[in-house]
């Protein structure tokens, strides 16, 4: 299709750069330097509208529902990177997150951009994961005109679930079906219509915001620590070692004791030191606080007693 999108301030020109090809690689990397502020600006200008991504996310997942990314190019790579980073930091299913991304597995390695255009396939590429009412999806493009984002907000309104969109572009430019409409208008790029670039970055800001506060929404923090951290490698261990000793003031040996009987999860470590409590009755209590653990040490009287 002939269609003319220079209007879109993502594809506009940057006057700043208009002689880019002609800078040292000094003067390059300081302009790059300059520009990359403008996307903490345009975050900041949307946080109410990221608030309320993450209650009303937060409300879907408390209830059994799931999280889902898509997107095409780079916002959709940039969606399946934060799914994929859900479930080591939080230990969550991996069916809690998931990022669906224009062309599938393939076009995380190799472009496939023209798939993009196919409204179709992003109600497709839902219903192949049983995205149901109960569920949340946010659509991400950064111009805000991807058929394929389009596709899949517009299925996720009729079917009555959250509808979330992120888009780079002013409203007044770019409507999009979606009950949160989250604008970080980071003005045009450097490189003409690269949108890997100050887009891409506000995205990650935003989705990392997205992620984490729905997470910790959802009681998989305690304090500022990750206490849902998946063990799986010598880093994670060390990690859960020192939330175990700044938590509970546990030196290491009494930390790896408590990690085994606790089947390697840190909240029950921290329950079974707190209560004096063995592992069995730490996760009774836990699963009756839906997995809180302030709220499980709260509501049964208990306190951690380390360093905080």
Avoid: W
Avoid at 96 to 109: E, I, R
Avoid at 222 to 239: I, W
Avoid at 253 to 260: A, F, P, S, T, V
Wanted: proline content about 4%.
């Amino acid at each position: 299709m002939n269609v003319d999108r220079g209007y879109l301030l993502t594809e506009q020109i940057n006057r700043a750069s208009e002689n880019l090809d002609q800078l040292s690689s000094l003067q390059l990397a300081q302009l790059f330097a300059n520009e990359d502020k403008l996307p903490q600006q345009a975050v900041e200008a949307a946080v109410p509208e990221l608030a309320a991504a993450i209650e009303a996310i937060g409300a879907r997942l408390a209830n059994g529902g799931r999280l889902f990314y898509l997107g095409a190019g780079t916002s959709g790579r940039l969606g399946v990177l934060d799914a994929a980073e859900c479930p080591p930091t939080f230990c969550s299913d991996p069916e809690m997150v998931q990022g669906l991304l224009a062309g599938g597995a393939p076009a995380l390695l190799r472009s496939s951009e023209g798939l993009e255009d196919l409204f179709d396939a992003g109600r497709a590429d839902l219903q192949k994961s049983d995205f149901s009412a109960d569920d949340a999806l946010v659509g991400i493009a950064a111009g805000g005109t991807t058929p394929y984002v389009h596709g899949g907000l517009s299925y996720a309104m009729e079917l009555d679930a959250l509808a979330v969109a992120l888009a780079c572009v002013p409203t007044s430019q770019v409507q999009m079906p979606c009950h949160i409409d989250i604008r970080l208008l980071t003005g045009p790029e450097l490189l003409t219509g690269s949108t890997r670039l100050k887009a891409g970055t506000a995205t990650k800001m935003a989705l990392n915001i997205i992620s984490t506060g729905v997470m910790v929404r959802l009681g998989k923090v305690y304090g500022n620590s990750m206490v849902d951290v998946a063990v799986t490698n010598t880093k994670l261990e060390d990690r859960a070692l020192r939330i175990l000793s700044n938590l509970a003031g546990l030196n290491r040996e009494q930390g790896l004791l408590l990690l085994e009987q606790g089947g390697g999860s840190v909240k029950v470590a921290l329950l079974m030191s707190a209560a004096k409590l063995p592992a069995t009755s730490a996760i009774a209590l836990l699963e009756k606080a839906q997995g809180n653990l302030r709220l499980a040490l709260e509501v049964n009287g208990f306190q951690l007693h380390g360093p905080q």
